[in-house]
C-alpha cells in the first residue's frame, strides 16, 4: 500500500524530486509488500559483514535464531554451516522471498530452517538459542522502547553461555569539504536482478537519522513511478553497549567491519548474558 505524501515525507533532493513527479510518484515503505523486492534485490548480493558474522557464529556451537531476517541474506550462509536456524521476520514481504529461496534451496538447508513471523522488539518463542544474530545495522529501525523490548527477549532467549551478535554502524569522520559533507549523497546501483536503482542517503552531520529513498534509473517521463524509503536511527557502539549493561548483556567484544560508505563504518557486538 502507498504512503499518504506530504511535503515533509522525504526530506532534501530526493523529497522535491518526488513533489515534481507530482501524481506520479508512488511513495512506498521500503520493507512493504512493493518494497520487499527492491530491498531484496539491491541486498541480497550485499556480503558486507557476512564472512565477519558468520566467523563469530562458527566459535559458538547450538541453533542460531536470526531476527529480522529478511529475505534470507544471513540465513542462507547459517544455514551452510550446519545449524537449525529459526529466522524471525516481521515483513510478509520479505517471508514471502524467504520462503522462495528455501524452496530453491537444497532440502538439506530448507529442513534446518523455521520461518516465524514475529516482531524483533517483542517475540515469546519457548525455548533458548546457542547464538542469537541481528545483522545488517537493522537494530537501527529500533525506538528505544522498541530496543528495550528487543534486549529483554534476547536475554530470555540466550542459552547459558550464548552469544548475542549484533551489528551497528558508527559514524565516520567528515571531512572539512567534498561530498563528505553534504547533507544527501547520490548513488547509481544495480540490483541482483539487473535493474537499476537511484539511491540517496539524506544525513546531516549531527543527526541521529538518515533517511534512504530509492528511484528508478533512469525515472521514466511518463506512467507512475514507484519510490521506496526508509529513515533508520543511527547508534553508536557506545550507547548500544552502554544500553545492553543496563538489560542485563554486557558487550564481550567489538568486531570492527568493512567500511559501509564513506560516511560510516560498521562494528559488530558481541554480547553474552551478565552474570
Known amino acids: 500500500m502507498a504512503l499518504a505524501l506530504t511535503p515533509l515525507s522525504v526530506p532534501g533532493d530526493a523529497g522535491r524530486l518526488i513533489a515534481g513527479l507530482g501524481d506520479r510518484a508512488e511513495l512506498h515503505d521500503l520493507y512493504d509488500p512493493t518494497g520487499s523486492p527492491v530491498y531484496h534485490d539491491l541486498s541480497v548480493r550485499d556480503t558486507h559483514e557476512v564472512r565477519e558474522l558468520i566467523a563469530q557464529v562458527r566459535r559458538t556451537p547450538g541453533d542460531v535464531l536470526e531476527l529480522a531476517a529478511g529475505s534470507g541474506r544471513l540465513t542462507l550462509p547459517l544455514l551452510a554451516l550446519g545449524r537449525s536456524v529459526t529466522a524471525l521476520e516481521l515483513s510478509e514481504g520479505m517471508l514471502g522471498l524467504l520462503a522462495e529461496r528455501l524452496a530453491e534451496s537444497p532440502a538439506r538447508l530448507r529442513e534446518r530452517c523455521t520461518p516465524v513471523h514475529g516482531d524483533m522488539s517483542s517475540f515469546a518463542l519457548g525455548r533458548r538459542f546457542d547464538v542469537i544474530v541481528l545483522g545488517t545495522t537493522t537494530i537501527s529501525l529500533l525506538d528505544a522502547a522498541g530496543r528495550a523490548g528487543l534486549y ?124
Open 152 to 275: 529483554a527477549a534476547v536475554r530470555e532467549h540466550l542459552a547459558p553461555g550464548g552469544r548475542f551478535l549484533l551489528s551497528t554502524a558508527e559514524i565516520a569522520e567528515r571531512a572539512d569539504s567534498g561530498a563528505q559533507t553534504d547533507a544527501e549523497a547520490v548513488f547509481e546501483v544495480t540490483g541482483a536482478g539487473g535493474s537499476d536503482y537511484r539511491m540517496h542517503e539524506y544525513w546531516p552531520a549531527g543527526a541521529e537519522t538518515r533517511t534512504v529513498t530509492i528511484f528508478p534509473a533512469p525515472i521514466p517521463d511518463s506512467g507512475p513511478v514507484t519510490v521506496c524509503t526508509t529513515t533508520v536511527g543511527v547508534l553508536p557502539a557506545d550507547r548500544l553497549a552502554t544500553e545492553l549493561e543496563q538489560a542485563g548483556l554486557s558487550v564481550l567484544a567489538r568486531h570492527p567491519l568493512p567500511a559501509g560508505g564513506s560516511r560510516h563504518h560498521d562494528v559488530l557486538l558481541e554480547a553474552g548474558v551478565t552474570a
